[in-house]
């Protein structure tokens, strides 16, 4: 039997975790909060704990970083890194947009990337050289060049409400040149819908390495960018993204470039 590969296990983890959070969706759970707008439920943490049986199974020296579990990116080696519920807030209020995401890096190199669509049951995919797919069908961005015409989507960070007036300028200034401007509350399901062609470009402050290691992949194997505040490839480190189907890119960049002055 051929042994499976590093995409094949993150597919498997991610629908594990996905099968809890469905499971879990609608039914009363008890919630934390792990700051002033950050909430976790016991969902997430048994959603995680599936994924981890998964890949401790198959890759047991492997590094872990996860959401709940803890860990950090400092090191080498091969990584794994989880958010076993990607929009919690939406979880906990009854609204079926949630994800789960996994990615796999090894030193600063993604190599395999997995998001599940929980609901929707989408599960799109990718491996370094090997392209993107949704539901094992090839996916593109968009080929749209002109941001007039163009549809963004942008998250909030959790210390919006000390920079709330910084992150609504940059919103503010998209809505007055771009088609629309879109806020769904799941920044690995941005990700992938640029990927997809759904939308055509996602930007945001305060992302934290799981929020960024699948859709990263993700988006380059479907033909995007992404890129940080100064314009290089991002990185799970980097706290400020934009992803886009590459054309609108220098675009977007330059309208958030004065809000990207004054976060960062």
Do not use: C
Not at 11 to 17: E, F, N, S, T, Y
Not at 233 to 252: C, E, K, M, Y
Request: aromatic letters at 6%; proline letters at 5%; a negative charge.
């Amino acid at each position: 039997m051929t042994p499976p590969t590093d995409l094949d296990i993150a597919v498997r983890a991610a629908l594990a975790g996905a099968e809890v959070v469905r499971n879990g969706f609608g039914v009363p759970v008890d919630t934390e909060m792990k700051g002033a707008v950050d909430p976790v439920t016991v969902i997430d943490r048994q959603a995680e704990e599936a994924i981890l049986t998964v890949i401790h199974a198959h890759r047991p020296d492997d590094s872990v970083l996860g959401e709940e579990g803890g860990g950090d990116v400092v090191g080498s080696g091969r990584r794994w890194l989880i958010d076993p519920l990607d929009g919690t807030v939406n979880f906990v209020a009854g609204v079926p947009h949630v994800a789960v995401s996994i990615g796999l890096w090894e030193e600063d190199e993604p190599l395999a990337a997995v998001i599940v669509d929980v609901m929707r049951d989408d599960v799109f995919a990718a491996a370094r050289g090997l392209g993107a797919t949704l539901n094992g069908k090839p996916i593109r961005v968009s080929e749209r060049s002109d941001l007039g015409s163009s549809l963004l989507v942008t998250g909030f960070p959790y210390d919006r409400q000390q920079r709330a007036d910084q992150y609504t300028a940059a919103v503010t200034d998209a809505l007055r040149v771009a088609r629309g401007v879109r806020r769904f509350g799941t920044a690995a399901l941005d990700f992938a819908w640029v990927a997809a062609g759904r939308l055509d470009g996602y930007w945001e402050f305060g992302l934290k390495p799981w929020d960024v290691a699948a859709g990263i992949l993700i988006v380059r194997e479907a033909g995007g960018r992404v890129t940080d505040q100064a314009g290089q490839p991002a990185g799970v480190n980097d706290q400020f993204v934009i992803a886009t189907n590459g054309g609108i890119h220098r675009s977007l960049h330059t309208l958030l470039e004065p809000t990207i002055r004054r976060v960062l």
